[in-house]
């Protein structure tokens, strides 16, 4: 973002300090511009709300962008505690304490760490006996008292604060997301169940808080650590923490399996110091003779990278969201110019006859542009902070919702950059300016004698064109030769110069309505084809996806409005046939239609800032229809889900064994250590990972429904029969971003060992992947437990069956939930990060309803010599009003039929691009009816007062019949 | 004048544009038009003439004094009634030819055929045949930006007259034409009148103004003067 801020404002001055100068050197251009602009004060109001929806889409992403990705960082950060480095066993396996005694005693190494910390780190169920409550898969991390100081204090609240060395044997720190969850209180008993060892009993010490144990300290306190991996996307899982004696006591040995190493003058913000105590650390390492090999892993850079991706996805993601609005502002704004630029024609020729150059109309109108632009730029920043935090709000929400987010306490913080104002003023600005001078280069150029009395342009001189010629005919070969290679988005490109220069050939050859209509067809096609082909290749590549999608919806988008704008004359002929039966409503009609019909370039702009927005709200409403959760098929046929991470399976109580009429038992494995994965899923030099190991039985299923299938694979039944098969497929995580196709490399017992994901399920019932025993076993895991899904009798009440196992099992920490409330919760989530999207989508929609005010009003000032002389001709003024109604409403309902035509053509094929997907196609229609009912209550409301105003103007006075 | 019974009568005409500062554009004008008469109002800028027609046409409101059309009071008529009346019984040309840009030749015609509840045929047949009469015929399906001033003149005539009015008026009419155009325009009118058309015409032209039946003089938004012009009125020379 930094770097986007300088290249943005080093352009904003490059461009606007010489614009300063030509005002202060040419003050007759400027004041003339100043006082265009100004001329009309509501038209400059409406202009300028228009023109900053731009800006205030920007600013909005930006600053949604910010907040999300500083709240998440602050997770991270948090979940990383003072650790910048550690030191593990690549297997997972434990080793001796005495390598963190010796990392603390050398002397070499001192000079670039603060502390050394002998850890363990284990997953195990956790119970409180007195609350008779349990949770499974929480993280167990020991600390070492004694070189705490170090790694700072835990706050345990009312000013008390621990490094642990008061801790008696069996004491234990619970977080605070963990004695949420446990509704544990101080001095309870607790019961650990870990891996393959027995239970044991534990008395909780304290409850230790998120919040860093001092403001001055350099990073947060201890009381959020939960490991330098992210099992989840959003936070590590529920802590608690021990003296290293006691945690040995779970693990009933002397050994440890992590030593935490705090870097020298490190802090969250700044990685550096890790960097540097890096190969120190590893020398000192490599001095020390171990059993197994261990590895150093630089945790704090890879937070960093970690943040760094994250921040460039959810600010790709958001921007091309906004991305849309600003093609609707650009299309706004080269509308206004236009027809500002018709209504001046006369008065700019008089002041070209009176000596202006070509160049100093150029500047004026520039100059006046950039009266709009850094207006509007201003305006757009004050109205995209609020709305960037209200994206902001909702994409937090939707991390609170996610069934995989284990965080309660954490607030979002909201963050407002200085330069990400700057960045969004001076993008805002730029974009209008540039769109300003690129049209009004394109409209000063005129005849003065004919401008001056309003009459036509005389047709030019026919002129050597082969220059124009060359150009498309190189420009047509670049196109042709990008689409040979088998790449979507070489082929989308090349196929738009292709058809962009077979269309400017065709000029004079083809009558313009057929150029266009070729060319908008054309490219609506070629976004169809380039979508059914390569559209899986970029599904299963999300850093990509979000700018695809934008190019995929707007080129039909637009494509659809030119060929649609260009071919309104047909409608012509419905109105004959219409006028053989209604005259009255002929004569009504037919100068608004006219107005449309006869100036495409005008009609298809303003239909293009409506279809823009509404072709992605299409798309998002097929998303979240098709989305939509069919619990049936959802749940694979189960109702009920445990979890332990205990040793001992999880037993039913009596009354629920008999509702019970099918279930599947998943062992769980833990694995720990290097993960490198394609796509979203990234890569990390030491995580943990959870796999379910697949029962051999059934073949042909598994414990959840498969919505995104691999391209081999026609049916879940085919990928289900081939995982249990095939020792490298296994089923990807849920919501996490990862695609069918995509590998995850971990360590395996002999090399690394590659794995494939066959399908992803939808929603994350189970966290982590599936994979049959014989996958499992070529990797080093340690046991994790157990998950158990169950099938119910039909009336009985998941629910409250899922209530009595969790009561039942709660001494080994078995958390059980319906698999229906499972899946509301993560549709829930799904819903609320759409919702945040959506805000951008609306700044969109306000810009398409501001395109019809804005043309309204041009219609009432344009047309106002029309509409006398209709008047005096005797059109009455209900007539006139329905006229112009008619006109905007015809107008909105062709961006309504190419916006929703586009995103449904878009949409299905991207759709049925997730890898054939097992999802029916299904559009969200109360999401589309909304903005369908926007755009239509604008037309009523908007043009409608400004109509009946125009259509009430004394006939006299409109044709300006003066004395 | 002849003996013919007035169509139009204005007594004691006031009108008064209410700005910065009021500005009396009449000061109670009595007028009348008799039926196929041909009257020219001429005058020096700012003396009013515009601002009469648009009284006795109804297409602005006055602030004193009594317009009589066919014997009914404008000032009496709401809005509704009278963009009714001059949709059935005027015509209207003026100066800038004002034809709506994007409808082609014979779509501005046929607009007062249209409001009148023609059927879309039939107003297209009649819509055609008037230009055929004025000798555009070739140029029915052009857009006025296709067409030189002469010709839109010429298409607004056509306009005036398609549904048959009672009364045409034209502001400056030959206002935007050159000498040559000016004059087919001026015989056209004429034509018209012969064939018993009333015509209200303002004009700075004094060789235009010379060919009406009657010249009203107009200045300071009182009428000057009033004299006989060289056409025979229509009703006389039937």
Known sequence: MTQAFLVVGALFLLVFAPLGVLAWRRPLLARFALRESIRRKGQFTLLVVGLMAGSASITASLVGADSSVQTLTSVWTQQLGAVDLTVTNPSGGLFSIDVARRLAADRALARYVDGVQAGLELHASVADLDQRLGKPDVLLVGFDPASQRRFGAFDLGGGRTTYGGELAEGDVLLSTDLASALEARVGDRLRVSAGSGGATDLRIYGIAARKPTRWETRRVGPGAYSGPLARTSYGGPLTAYLPLATAQLVTSGGEINVVRVAARGGSPANGQPARRAAAPLRSALGRIRTATPLVVDDVRVELERKAADTTAYVVGVNLAFSGLTVLAAIALIVNLVIALSEERRPRLAV???????????????????????????????????????????????????????????????????????????????????????????????????????????????????????????????????????????????????????????????????????????????????????????????????????????????????????????????????????????????????????????????????????????????????????????????????????????????????????????????????????????????????????????????????????????????????????????VIGPGTSGASPGDEIVVAGKSGPLHLRLAAVPAFAILNGVVASATTVANLDTAPGGSALLLTIRPGSDPSELARQIARAGFAQGVQATSIRDLLDQGFASYLAYATGEDVLLHMGLLVGVLALAMIGIRAAVERRRAIGILRALGYQPPSLLVGLVAEAALLATLGVLSGVGAGLVTGYFFHNAGASSATPFSVNLPRLAIALAIVYGTVVLVTGPLASRAARMAPAEAVRMIG | MNGSAPMVIAQRLRKVYHGAGDVEALRGVDLEVRRGEMIAIVGPSGSGKTTLLNCLSGLDRFDGGQVLIEGTDLASMSDRERTAYRCRHMGFVFQAYNLLAVLSAVENVEIPLLLQGTGGREARRRALDMLEILGLAARAQHRPDALSGGEQQRVAVARALVHRPAVVWADEPTGNLDTEVTQVIVELLLRINQQGQTIVLVTHNPLVAERAGRVVKIRDGRIDSQRAGSVVPAKESA
Do not use: C, K
């Open chain 1, 351 to 729: 002041l070209r006859a009176l000596g202006l150059s070509r160049a100093g109309l150029i500047v004026t109108s520039v100059l006046e542009g950039a009266v709009y632009s850094v207006a509007a730029a201003i305006a757009g920043v004050v109205v995209g902070v609020p709305a960037g935090v209200y994206v902001a709000h909702e994409f937090w929400n939707a991390v609170l919702l996610d069934p995989l987010s284990r965080i309660s306490s954490l607030p979002l913080q909201l963050t407002i950059r200085p330069g990400t104002l700057a960045l969004g003023f001076a993008a805002g600005a730029l974009l209008t300016l540039a769109t300003v001078a690129a049209t009004a280069y394109r409209t000063s150029r005129m005849a003065i004698s004919a401008a001056i009395r309003d009459l036509p342009e005389p047709a030019l001189a026919p002129r050597q064109r082969w220059p124009r010629t060359a150009l498309l005919l190189t420009v047509a070969a670049a196109g042709a030769g990008l689409l040979i290679p088998n790449d979507g988005r070489a082929r989308l490109l090349g196929g738009s110069l292709l058809i962009a220069a077979v269309a400017g050939l065709a000029r004079g050859r083809l009558p313009d309505r057929a150029r266009a209509t070729i060319f908008g067809l054309g490219i609506t096609a070629l976004a169809g084809i380039t979508v059914a082909a390569h559209g899986s290749r970029f599904v299963s590549d999300l850093n990509v996806q979000a700018t695809v999608l934008l190019i995929w919806v707007a080129l039909p988008a637009v494509g659809l409005s030119i060929a649609v704008a260009a071919n309104l004359r047909l409608l012509d002929s419905g109105l004959a046939w219409l006028g053989n039966r209604s005259s009255r409503v002929q004569a009504a009609l037919r100068p608004p239609l006219a107005y449309l019909s006869r100036r495409p370039l005008r009609t298809g702009l303003a239909a293009s800032a409506f279809a823009l927005v509404l072709a992605l709200v299409t798309v998002i409403a097929i998303f979240v229809g098709s989305g939509s959760i069919n619990h049936e098929r959802e749940s694979a046929g189960f109702d009920v889900v445990a979890v332990s991470s205990g040793a001992e399976p999880i037993h039913l109580p009596q009354g629920v064994e008999q509702q019970v009429t099918g279930r599947m038992t998943l062992p769980i494995q833990i694995y720990s250590g290097p993960l490198h994965g394609t796509g979203y899923i990234g890569s990390s030099s030491w995580t943990e990972m959870t796999f379910y190991v697949l029962p051999d039985q059934p073949r042909d299923a598994g414990p959840v429904a498969l919505d995104n299938l691999g391209r081999r694979f026609h049916t879940s039944t085919d990928a289900w029969q081939a995982v249990r098969s095939q020792p490298n497929l």
